[in-house]
């Protein structure tokens, strides 16, 4: 099992950045690929990206492809979302999950989450 804290989210203003982190706990660290997701106000949860259990690979959600940026530090058992140019429909409770199938699997099929952290974005 693996515990995940996700941390970093606030009030940014549009057009601004945020790092998103979510420190792992429990099992090997790289046992897990790993992914991010959001879930806005009366919506659905959201894929936004995943990265690979060495890092050397990402797969990205159409909506945040390009603006939107994963990594993962294996030897602080850490993972991060990078967001920039942020924009107002971006407000968001923003997790983390861990998976132990594919990384490329859209969306990731997760095992573990986070409890989630708050992103809001100003206007």
């Known amino acids: 099992q693996v515990q995940l804290v996700e941390s970093g989210g606030g009030l940014v203003q549009a057009g601004g950045s945020l790092r998103l982190s979510c420190a792992a706990s429990?099992?090997?660290?790289?046992?897990?690929?790993m992914g991010w997701f959001r879930q806005a106000p009366a919506k659905g949860r959201e894929f936004l990206g995943a990265i690979s259990r060495n890092g050397q690979r990402t797969n990205y959600a159409a909506s945040v492809k390009g603006r939107f940026i994963i990594s993962r530090d294996n030897a602080k058992d850490t993972v991060y979302l990078h967001m920039n140019s942020l924009k107002p429909e971006d407000t968001a409770i923003y997790y983390c999950?861990?998976?132990?199938?594919?990384?490329?699997?859209?969306?990731?099929?997760?095992?573990?989450w986070g409890q989630g952290t708050q992103v809001t974005v100003s206007s």
């Open positions: 999950a861990a998976s132990s199938g594919a990384y490329h699997h859209t969306p990731l099929v997760a095992d573990y």
């Open positions: 429990g099992r090997t660290f790289t046992t897990y690929a």
